[in-house]
């Protein structure tokens, strides 16, 4: 990497809070924040996992307490980053669910529960983070890690599907309406295919096994593996650093092809 590159991808100096920081990509995220130089505050309800991540990362990291379908959690949240760190240049809204099932038999509780932790949380991080953010004058970034089920829908996966949907839409219009107020805060989204993190394990036994499992998803990406936490950390990094200060309202697929065409068993 050349002196220019090394620059542009330099966080020192920069305070980044992430959502969903106890394990897999919200952890990946907050390490590769802080190995960038950033000051990290892993937001999260696990409280253990939280302060594993944040303790882990050393004198870079924080701990907060965070359900993110909670407004009044957000304003305690991002108060304490503002008053223990003086400001907020980096949101990774990274927080989410997945559920799973016969759309006929999804009980309107689960539904609820997708979109708050899915489209509400993040919606709420957006909005009180731009308020942060506008208030010091200096750039910020706000990335949304969504999901390729927010473009490509599943027969099984119709409540995950719609939130994924909801926030590749709410990360467009946030982008829009923070340069239509002169806000010099980015906006993106991050839309990966399959991660092999934790968020996978509750559906292994369907598979016979995890190892069947990841197997049988690999076969579905083009590049023959699944994504792993870092390669969406990374390319969160990309996107909160001054090397994207072009790109807000866009879309970032980490996908290893998966949504780029038809199977080539297409033509078999």
């Known amino acids: 990497m050349n002196p220019i590159e090394t620059r542009l991808m330099d966080l020192t100096g920069r305070v980044a809070l992430v959502t969903g920081g106890a394990s897999g990509i919200g952890r990946a995220t907050a390490h590769a924040l802080a190995a960038q130089g950033a000051r990290v505050i892993v937001a999260d309800i696990n409280e ?39 400001r907020l240049d980096i949101l990774a809204n990274v927080a989410g669910i997945g559920l799973g099932g016969d759309f ?20 709420l991080g957006c909005k009180h983070a731009i308020r942060a953010m506008a208030g010091s004058g200096r750039p910020g970034a706000i990335v949304n890690v969504g999901s390729i089920a927010a473009t490509h829908a599943a027969p099984d996966l119709a409540g995950y599907c719609a939130s994924k949907g ?21 906006c993106n989204a991050i839309h990966p295919t399959y991660v092999d993190s934790e968020m996978l394990d509750p559906i292994a036994a369907l598979y016979g096994s995890r190892e069947a499992m990841v197997q049988a998803m ?4 083009p590049v023959g593996r699944l994504a792993k936490p870092a390669d969406i950390a990374a390319a969160v990094v990309f996107l909160a650093c001054d090397a994207a200060g072009m790109v ?14 038809i199977a080539p068993s297409h033509f078999g």
């Not at 590749?168 to 980015?186: D, E, Q, T």
Request: contains cysteine; charged residues 20%; proline residues 2%.
């Open 48 to 86: 253990t996992g939280g302060w594993e991540t944040a303790d882990a990362i050393g004198t870079a990291g924080g701990f907060v307490h965070l359900d993110v379908t909670d407004e009044a959690a957000w304003c305690r949240a991002l108060d304490y980053v503002i008053s223990t760190e003086g």
């Open 104 to 123: 006929e038999d999804l009980a309107l509780a689960d539904w609820n529960r997708l979109i708050a932790v899915n489209a509400t949380g993040p919606f």
């Open 166 to 186: 909801a926030l590749r839409m709410l990360s467009k219009s946030v982008a829009l309406y923070c340069a239509h107020k002169g806000y010099p805060i980015r």
């Open 218 to 221: 690999a076969k579905l990406v």
């Open 248 to 261: 807000t309202g866009t879309e970032l697929f980490v996908d290893g092809g998966q949504t780029a065409g």
